[in-house]
């Protein structure tokens, strides 16, 4: 199910977002989203225990919430958020929020009993991982001139780049 067809599908509908340029990567993506699905994304960075997925979706009636592990680097947190937004866009649900705990851990101002359902990678199987890294990268693709974490700028990437390229002899590229 990983054929060219599906890739090519997944391509399209990626291109077809109306994805800012404008604003920071995630926050851009999340608006593309919202407005494909009719309901804000909002993010939420947190420390995240080792034992919790480094990312997941939150949804709630009126909004989506992506929580993310907010002690990782900046690339990864950006992945992190395309990825769970993969999984909303392909409508991956992974069922009903059985444990509060996990809600309170997670998104501690928010009523446990108003989640309805949590998405998250234990929740899925290989396919639906496979599609939301596939969607992940496309959605990094329309926004890579973006270089820092939600919110923020990071500019030691790019001075990281330089420092590799001049290491090389090849100078500034």
């Known amino acids: 199910m990983r054929g060219w067809r599906e890739r090519r599908r997944w391509t399209l509908f990626v ?7 404008k604003a920071d990567g995630p926050a851009a993506l999340c608006a593309a989203v919202a407005e494909h699905l009719d309901r804000p994304v909002a993010l939420l960075p947190m420390p995240l225990p080792p034992q ?3 990312g997941v979706v939150l949804s709630m009636p009126n909004r989506y919430y992506i929580a993310y592990d907010a002690q990782t680097s900046p690339l990864h947190q950006r992945h992190i958020v395309a990825h769970e937004l993969g999984h909303l866009l392909a409508g991956h649900l992974a ?9 309170r851990l997670l998104a501690p101002e928010l009523d446990p009993k108003l989640v309805a359902a949590i ?3 234990s929740g899925y ?3 639906t991982e496979w599609e939301a890294e596939f969607i992940a990268g496309l959605l990094r693709r329309q926004i890579d001139t973006y270089k820092g974490p939600p919110g923020s700028n990071d500019p030691t990437s790019e001075a990281t780049v330089a420092r590799i390229w001049q290491s090389l002899g ?4």
Do not use: M, V
């Open 95 to 103: 069922g009903a929020l059985s444990n509060s705990e996990l809600a």
């Open 119 to 121: 998405l998250g990678r």
């Open 52 to 54: 919790a997925p480094c």
């Open 15 to 21: 291109e077809g977002l109306q994805i800012s340029t």
């Open 125 to 127: 199987d290989e396919r």
């Open 170 to 173: 090849e100078g500034e590229k």
